[in-house]
């Protein structure tokens, strides 16, 4: 008498009684190993039934109520909008990956002369001697102001045609928090390079803070290491810029997608 478990489905028969290539066998099989040891199956379905419900619950969308040819308003170009901004983020991500390898968040002199700093020798090693550097800062660069467009133009689409209404608010108020987040993302990345445009950039930044009633302070502090510009600066910049906002914008925009998968989109009011 055997003590191993006895399995509900035969997977092994019946993967014997269908003609499968050698890739889908090996997908089958590497999918059946994982849903014995994580239940990977029963999960998807709780999903599956989720998804269903929250479907139910939805309205009727503009073009279901009317019968009109939905694909007019999804391929319309306003509706690409927050697809491009996502692209442009993911682009921005690889390429600001890429830059990372090279680049030294430091204020302190380089060179005997001492008229740069090392942050900034930086940026000016991936512009001149790296090869394809010129080319993968612009690709950043660029990307980035893609980005902060179309995600403003992609809110003004949402407004103005009324796709942030019932049931859509908690994804509209996602989308406020994600704007502000590409906020953040241009104007900490704009102080790295630690120029005289990310000086006095910085500078205004630290003026805005101590500006704020009561915890002016503070703020100033903690975002920028102090009431003045120094090496605590950039080191907050940088770590904001590269380990903070990428995970939290990322999630956010996972999030984001979701939802917009599970209502639909929403067609002009």
């Known amino acids: ?51 269903y419900k929250a479907n139910l619950q939805m309205p009727k969308s503009h073009t279901e109520q009317y019968n009109l040819d939905n694909k007019f308003w999804y391929w319309y170009p306003l509706y690409a909008l927050g697809s491009f901004s ?57 990307s980035a102001q893609v980005m902060v467009a179309a995600v403003f133009l992609h809110m003004l689409r949402v407004y103005f045609t009324g796709a942030y209404k019932e049931p859509r608010e908690l994804n509209w108020i996602l989308g406020i928090v994600l704007i502000s987040l590409t906020m953040v993302f241009g104007y900490t990345g704009y102080l790295l390079p630690w120029d005289q445009l990310a000086f006095w950039a910085g500078q205004i930044g630290v003026e805005m803070a101590l500006s704020i009633p009561l915890a002016g302070e503070w703020v100033a502090q903690l975002l920028f290491g102090g009431f003045s510009l120094s090496q605590s600066t950039l080191q907050r910049m940088y770590i904001i810029h590269v380990f903070l906002l990428p995970f939290i914008a990322t999630a956010l925009i996972a999030v984001h997608i979701g939802i917009v998968w599970m209502q639909g989109i929403a067609e002009p009011h």
């Open 1 to 51: 008498m055997s003590l191993e478990r006895k399995d509900d489905h035969d997977h092994g028969g019946w993967m014997k009684g269908r003609d499968l290539s050698p890739v889908e066998r090996g997908y089958l099989t590497m999918l059946i190993w994982l849903d014995r040891r994580l239940r990977i199956v029963d999960y998807l379905e709780i999903l599956e039934d989720l998804y």
């Open 86 to 142: 996502t692209l442009a983020y993911v682009v921005a991500a690889i390429s600001g990956a890429l830059l990372g390898f090279y680049y030294s968040p430091s204020t302190a002199a380089a060179g005997s002369e001492g008229s740069v700093t090392v942050a900034y020798q930086s940026i000016t090693l991936i512009m001149t001697e790296l090869n394809f550097g010129f080319f993968l800062r612009s690709l950043h660069r660029w």
